[in-house]
C-alpha cells in the first residue's frame, strides 16, 4: 500500500512546502519499499515524489517500484552503471528546495550528509519526526495483521524452544535455536538482539547471551521478535524451570502487574495512567522500586516507536495503536523477571495478541 497522500495532508496542513524522509522505516511506511538502504524520498507540494537511491541499491529499488507517482534515481561517485547518475546527490536536492519556505525533514533519522544539507538551509528547515511517529502509531488493519504475524512466529518458535531446550546448552546456543526456530517458521529477521539470560544474567534487563551454561537451578529470561514483511513483533517470557521459590513468588506479583493492566488499557486513555497501574500492583507488594524500566512501548516498522508506555508522556492511547506492556523486577546481584505481551487498541477496548501462556 502506498501512503504518499498522507505525506500531501501533512504538508497542507502544516504548509510545508517540500519534505524529505531519510528514515528507512518512514520511507517503507510510505512506499511499502523493502529495506530502502541509503535511500532519500523528496516530494514537493501538489509534485510527484522523488526516491533517491544509492546506485548499488537501484536495480533492486527501481524494480519494487511499481508506479509513476515516484520517479527513482541513482546516485554513485562513479559515472557507471546503465543509468545516468546523480554525481552530487546533496546538491540535487538543494537545487530541489532552493525555492522552498519551509522543508520538513525528519531529523531523528538524520545521518552526516543530511546534517550538511541541514546546517545549509537551516533556517527553512523544520523537524518532522514527531509527526512522522505519530502519522505511524496508529496501524490500519493491514499493518496489525503483519505484527501479529510476526508474533505467532515468534511464539511459535519459542514453543518449540521450550521443547528442545537442555541444561547445558548456553546462552548464545540458546539464541542460535530460538532464531533457527523463527527463520524455519518464516521470520525475514529479528527485530533487535534474542536475549536468553540465565539465573544472575536475568538481573539486566538488556541481558547480552554469553557462553554461560545454562544450570539446573536456573530461571532463563527469553526476550525475542521475528519480523515478518518490515514489521517487528516484541515478546519476553521468564522460564521458571529450576527457579527459586521466591523467584516464583515475585514471578506471580509480576504476571499480576501485567494482567492488572492487560485489563485495564483501553482508547482514550493517557499512557501514564496505563504505566501508573502496573507500577500500583508492583507496589502493593513492595517490589515496585525495582522496576526500572517503562512499561511498554509502541511497536511497528520499528521495535521501538511511540507511545512509550511511562510517567511524563502527555499522550492518549487511540484505536489501533499497537504497543507492549512488559513489567519487570530486577533485583541486583540475585535475580530477574520479565513477561511482556502485545496488545492492540480497539475501539472497544484491547485485544491482547499473544495467544502463548505466561507460565513455562
Ligand atoms: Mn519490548
Redesign the pocket.
Known amino acids: 500500500m502506498i501512503r504518499l497522500n498522507k505525506l500531501d495532508e501533512l504538508m497542507e496542513l502544516r504548509k510545508w512546502d517540500y519534505i524529505i524522509i531519510c528514515g528507512q522505516p518512514n520511507i517503507t511506511y510510505l512506499t511499502n519499499l523493502v529495506k530502502p538502504t541509503g535511500c532519500l524520498l523528496i516530494k514537493g507540494k501538489d509534485a510527484g515524489a522523488e526516491i533517491i537511491t544509492p546506485l548499488l541499491e537501484y536495480e533492486r529499488i527501481f524494480k519494487q517500484v511499481r508506479t509513476d507517482v515516484i520517479k527513482v534515481h541513482p546516485y554513485s561517485s562513479y559515472k557507471v552503471g546503465y543509468e545516468e547518475v546523480i554525481t552530487d546527490p546533496i546538491g540535487y536536492v538543494r537545487g530541489k528546495i532552493s525555492k522552498a519556505d519551509k522543508v520538513g525533514i525528519d531529523l531523528g533519522y538524520i545521518n552526516y550528509s543530511i546534517y550538511n544539507l541541514v546546517t545549509g538551509i537551516h533556517e527553512k528547515v523544520v523537524n518532522i519526526s514527531d509527526d512522522m511517529q505519530y502519522m505511524r502509531c496508529i496501524k490500519d488493519e493491514s499493518e496489525i495483521h503483519l505484527i501479529e504475524t510476526a508474533l505467532r512466529i515468534t511464539e511459535d518458535a519459542l514453543t518449540k524452544f521450550v521443547n528442545e531446550f537442555f541444561y547445558g546448552i548456553t546462552e548464545l546456543q540458546a539464541v542460535g535455536l530460538l532464531e533457527k526456530f523463527m527463520r524455519d517458521l518464516g521470520a525475514e529477521g529479528v527485530a533487535f538482539d534474542t536475549i536468553v539470560a540465565s539465573g544472575i544474567n536475568t538481573v539486566y534487563p538488556h541481558a547480552v547471551p554469553s557462553n554461560k551454561a545454562v544450570l539446573e537451578n536456573e530461571h532463563l529470561i527469553v526476550?525475542a521478535?521475528a519480523t515478518y514483511r518490515s514489521y517487528s513483533s516484541?515478546?519476553?517470557r521468564t522460564m521458571l524451570m529450576g527457579a527459586s521459590s521466591e523467584v516464583v513468588k515475585v514471578f506471580d506479583v509480576v504476571e499480576q502487574a501485567l494482567l492488572a493492566a492487560e485489563d485495564y488499557v483501553a482508547p482514550y486513555m493517557k499512557v501514564s495512567e496505563v504505566d501508573g497501574k502496573v507500577r500500583e500492583v508492583l507496589r502493593k507488594y513492595g517490589v515496585d522500586k525495582y522496576f526500572t524500566h517503562s512499561s511498554?512501548?509502541g511497536?511497528g516498522l520499528e521495535?521501538?516507536e511511540m507511545p512509550r508506555i511511562a510517567q511524563g508522556v502527555d499522550m492518549e492511547l487511540k484505536p489501533g495503536m499497537v504497543i507492549?506492556l512488559?513489567p519487570g523486577v530486577y533485583i541486583r546481584g540475585q535475580y530477574g523477571i520479565r513477561i511482556?505481551d502485545v496488545v492492540v487498541i480497539t475501539n472497544s477496548g484491547r485485544k491482547i495478541l499473544n495467544k502463548l501462556s505466561h507460565r513455562f
Open positions: 526476550d521478535g516484541d515478546m519476553t511498554g512501548h511497536l521495535v521501538h507492549t512488559e511482556e
